[in-house]
């Protein structure tokens, strides 16, 4: 027999259970750490950032690293399965690895850890996790904790609320490296060409000129 669903949240529950959930991010996350990390690899050293994650933590991955090439810091999204088929190739000195696995446990992110090390020994990874002592978490260079905050699904099952922090972190991420390489409007504009960001971003820049 089917089981019944184990909660029922409304609208304004839902907001307040992932409003907690990002106030609960934890004090100790050592953000400064990834960023100086990225800044030295990818703007000193010449390398990319890259992000990478499956499933729903794989599309914030993409999303990161979209975000993170539009604001001035070049990266590319590697699929951990499509790595173990040839595009673990596209890695090089000077990369850094930003892995997203909410129960530390994702088998094709481990996996490719343990192939990205076997390509280059020293590459230096970032990962974001609900599980700060996991053996994954152990493995990298910076861990940054989402606290593992419950998801609001009614099963207690799909990544919701877990993905929200995660974005969060994220972005913390982006905004920190944009204002540690002092990325401004001119430079905004160079990468944005068509819609209203594109337009907004030259404007903004010639009005500062």
Known sequence: MEQKQKCHFSAAEIVQAE??????????????????????????CGGRLVPTGMGNAGQIALNMA?????????????????????DLGILRENDVMLMISNSGKTREVLELLELAHRLIPHL???????????????????????????????????????TTVMTVIGDILVVETMQSIGFGYHDYSLRHH?????????TLSDDKA
């Not at 106030?23 to 800044?39: F, H, S, T």
């Not at 904790?145 to 699904?153: D, I, L």
């Open 194 to 202: 068509g819609g209203y960001l594109g337009l907004r971003s030259r």
């Open 66 to 86: 979209t975000t993170f090439s539009s604001t001035g810091t070049p990266a590319y999204f590697l699929h951990p399965s499509e790595a173990q088929h040839g």
């Open 19 to 44: 409003a907690a959930a990002i106030q609960a991010i934890p004090q100790g996350n050592d953000y400064k750490k990834a960023v100086r990390m990225i800044v030295h690899r990818v703007h000193e």
């Open 124 to 162: 230096p990874t970032i990962l974001i996790t609900g599980a700060a002592d996991c053996d994954l978490a152990h493995s990298v260079d910076v861990c940054l904790s989402t606290g593992n905050p419950s998801e609001v699904c009614p099963l207690g099952l799909t990544p919701t609320t877990s």
